[in-house]
């Protein structure tokens, strides 16, 4: 299910069947956690035949306006403009208290830079399960914690893992852009 900033910037900029498409595309992903076009396509609600499938999604995924500038860069700017200056602590834990917790499963590693200052959102993060932490505090506060935080940042190696041969597989994708 997509976030509901998202579903509203989505209905403004596609047309129904375009949203049912990214909507369903997106539940799939979810679903399945595979990016391979060929294995979503055998997933693909569709009463069609297997080669159809195969190209309905492909067509979808080759639309120009389906490009970061033209559809996602939107949604990003919104949510700057709306937020200028530095957010506080708690505007960043609330942040955080939403993206987290879908991630449970994995290692995250949360690096910060100047805006993430904040000693209580640092003790906060190491609340947090598997959530290791680098964040540009002030004085040098705890620089221990955030020195041993970022050389276990290899959270992120096992995260390209799962994007290429350990779930997604992002590198057998076969698009044209």
């Not at 595979?34 to 297997?50: A, D, G, M, Q, Y």
Request: net charge positive; charged share 30%.
């Amino acid at each position: 299910m997509l976030p509901e900033n998202y579903q509203k910037h989505l209905v403004t900029q596609l047309n129904k069947m375009q949203y049912l498409m990214v909507s369903i595309l997106v539940q799939l992903l979810q679903s399945y956690r595979w990016v391979r076009l060929e294995e979503l396509s055998n997933k693909f609600p569709s009463p069609i035949l297997l080669a159809s499938r195969r190209r309905k999604p492909q067509r979808f995924l080759d639309l120009p306006i389906l490009t970061l500038e033209a559809l996602w860069l939107p949604i990003i700017l919104k949510y700057i403009r709306t937020h200028q200056g530095n957010s506080d602590a708690a505007t960043q834990e609330e942040i955080l208290s939403r993206i987290l917790p879908s991630l449970k499963d994995y290692k995250k590693v949360v690096l910060g830079d100047r805006e993430f200052c904040s000693v209580d959102l640092a003790k906060w993060l190491k609340s947090q399960s598997k959530t290791y932490f680098c964040l540009r505090l002030k004085k040098n506060e705890y620089l221990d914690e955030a020195l041993k935080s970022y050389q276990k940042r290899w959270g992120i190696e096992e995260m390209f893992r799962d994007f290429k041969s350990g779930g997604y597989n992002l590198e057998d994708i076969s698009t044209h852009r």
